[in-house]
């Protein structure tokens, strides 16, 4: 899917078994992003399953967006599916787009960030400065395992990414969605975190 050029865009990954509170979460967030930022087109991304459950169930998030993108996925927990679109994301739709996870809260303008050069832009996890305070003890467990790099300067919270539409842009989505495939098939481990870092 091919985003229009001089729209700001920002997409959820929606996936659910049942009509549950990650619903009623994005919806929340969206209401924030509305009343703070009400030119923003806003994008829900999520698996076949979970459209046929929202739309069985007449579940109101599906009117609140101006547009829905269905994906297949490999069958699992929602969880699964759900990463399993993020990590892809960038492989799936043509940005430049703001990717924000179903938990935030939007207090002020963000069109700012849709001025950015960079290929991709993120924040320190938990906003903290100290690298030791933003990895997660069980994300440190993962990069260890897995044997992968851990940066000494910051660890990058996968729930606000923002994204242009670049080569690099693709090439990291592709290293993200194989990194987050391998740590999920050797530790049965389904968070994005320590792969996106």
């Known amino acids: 899917k091919k985003l229009k050029k001089n729209v700001n865009h920002a997409l959820y990954v929606v996936t659910c078994d049942s009509r549950d509170l990650f619903s009623t979460m994005t919806r929340i967030s969206i209401a924030s992003l509305r009343l703070t930022n009400p030119e923003i087109k806003v994008m829900i991304v999520l698996d076949v399953i979970s459209e046929r459950i929202l739309r069985d169930n007449a579940d109101p998030l599906l009117k609140e967006v ?11 927990k929602s969880v699964f599916r759900n990463r399993h679109i993020k990590t892809r994301l960038g492989n799936l739709i043509s940005g430049p787009f703001l990717f924000l996870d179903s938990d935030t809260v939007i207090r002020g303008d963000i069109t700012s960030i849709y ?3 960079a290929d991709i832009a993120g924040v320190p996890n938990l906003s903290q400065k100290s690298i030791k305070k933003q990895i997660w003890n069980q994300d440190l467990k ?3 395992q897995m044997k992968w790099k851990i940066r000494s300067d910051y660890y990058v919270n996968g729930g606000v990414l923002f994204f242009n539409n670049s080569e690099s842009t693709f090439n990291f989505f592709k290293s993200w969605h194989s990194k987050w495939l391998q740590s999920n098939k050797r530790l049965m481990y389904l968070r994005d975190q320590p792969s996106l870092n």
């Open 66 to 76: 101006d547009e829905i993108i269905a994906i297949e996925t490999p069958n699992g």
């Open 142 to 144: 993962v990069l260890k």
């Open 115 to 117: 001025n950015y050069n």
